[in-house]
Every structure is written in C-alpha cells, then in structure tokens.
C-alpha cells in the first residue's frame, strides 16, 4: 500500500501556519509523507522587479518573504530590470525555502517526512491545485484566513478556489482570532 501524501499549503502568514501542528499530528498518526508549498505570483515578482526589492518583512516571522510596496516605482534600463528580476526571485526562494524550514520543525519532531517546495505561479490556487495534482496528492491541507462578505468577494478566496476544484479533499483550519 502506498504512503498518504498531504499537500500543506503557506503564505508566510501567522494564519496559514494555524494548519502546521494539525498537519504534522494527522501525518504522524498515519505515517503519510508532507509538501509544505508556498506560492509567489508573477504579478509579485513584476511589482517587485518594477518597485524595488523582494525581502524578508520585518512585520512578519523572521524569514517569511513577503513583497516590499513602495509608492514610487524605481527606473531601470530593461536589461538591469531583468537581471534584477532573477536575482529578486532567486532570493525569494532562498528565503522561501528558510521560511518553510523553520515552520517545518513540528513535522521534523514528530519524525514526518517533509519536502519543502517553493513554487511560481500565475495565482496561488492554480499553483496548488496543479501541485496537488502532479503529486496526486491525497490530502490539501489549508488554513483559511476568515474573509467571508464583500472583503471575500473583493480579495478572492484562495480555499474556496481549492475546494471547488475537487482535486483532493481539503483539510481547513480556522485560525483562532485574538
């Protein structure tokens, strides 16, 4: 009998690592193998390449990437513009895959086998969606981020794309708000 694979999903918030100890307990209890994936968009990497630089956010957990925003796009030759680009997107996933390192200790302490994978794409459920399916993955395992209304509406939901698409079943755990 093959190994359950679990597909666990993270954007680098303290919301989306609500789904981390589930994950690892449900893996160990059945000896399944773990992908922890995180997404970055083309768009993030063209707003990156047009603004700035891609770092870590000193808002968020140490070593979390996340899109540096300014006001005021910075001017580049096309050629610089480009180098820069790949070399922003080099360091994402340098921190992309130290961010998903230190969020996989709990899997680690509990003796789970997990890949860390970080991962390009158009939008972030596409990009887990066809993760999920080139793994066949049996497990999407998500935290949702509570939006529910017009600000659902508004900022799209990630989970409800996922489970709408039928690819695997999905595990989703509601963050505690404080």
């Known amino acids: 009998m093959e190994k359950m694979k679990i597909l666990c999903t993270l954007d680098g918030s303290s919301e989306s690592e ?9 893996a160990a209890r059945t000896g399944a193998s773990v992908k922890l994936l995180t997404v970055l968009t083309y768009e993030d990497v063209a ?36 180098e820069g680009r790949n070399q922003r997107l080099q360091s994402w996933r340098v921190h992309a895959i130290e961010y998903l390192s230190q969020v996989s ?16 794409g158009d939008e972030p459920p596409r990009a887990i969606i066809e993760a999920a399916r080139e793994d066949s993955v049996d497990l999407i395992a998500m935290s949702t981020h509570g939006r529910s209304g017009i600000s659902a509406m508004v900022h799209g939901s990630v989970t409800e794309a996922v ?4 690819v695997a079943p999905v595990l989703l755990v509601r963050p505690k708000l404080s």
């Open 47 to 82: 707003m990156a390449t047009r603004q700035g630089s891609l770092k870590p956010d000193a808002g968020k957990r140490p070593g979390a990437v996340f899109i540096s925003r300014t006001s005021e796009p910075i001017p580049l030759p096309l050629e610089e513009a480009y």
């Open 18 to 26: 609500a789904i981390i100890c589930p994950t690892a307990e449900l």
């Open 105 to 120: 200790q709990p899997f680690r302490d509990l003796g789970v086998h997990v890949e860390l994978v970080a991962a390009m």
């Open 163 to 166: 489970l709408s698409s039928g």
